[in-house]
């Protein structure tokens, strides 16, 4: 298994630069069930901002590439069911993708809730505003 940073992904799945894109897709073909790429949760949170603020994508297609991410055989996501709790809370609120990996990873921790000032989401099950 091998770790992948966020600009892997970003050129893998954006096709943005000729050279790297190609060169991350050749690296992305070369990986299996049995030599997997490591994504961390980190590189997850990097590359949701990157595709959000660099790339400009809708809530929308930011959580279809995620999706399709999460179902490539050859990538190993770091805490799996953490991102695809996030990932489903996210589709089913009008939280971002980050704020529900953050109430999601408080959760798998033990945490009876995530205290936070953001009124949106405020509005996810286990999720209080401070006051």
Known sequence: MIGLDT??????FMQD???QSAQAKALVNSL?????????????SEFVWVL?????????????????LSRMP???LEKIV?????????NTS???FIDCLIFSVAKRAGCSH????????TKVAGVLRVD
């Open 94 to 96: 009008s939280a971002d």
């Open 74 to 76: 050859e990538f190993k």
């Open 52 to 68: 959000s603020y660099v790339f400009q994508l809708s809530r929308n297609d930011v959580n279809e590439i995620l999706g399709r």
């Open 114 to 121: 995530t205290a936070t000032f953001d009124r949106k989401a």
């Open 82 to 90: 953490v991102f695809l709790r996030a990932l489903r809370l996210c």
């Open 7 to 12: 600009n892997v992904l970003v050129r893998y």
């Open 32 to 44: 299996s069930v049995s030599n997997r790429g490591f994504v961390s949760l980190v590189v997850v």
């Open 17 to 19: 630069d000729a050279r």
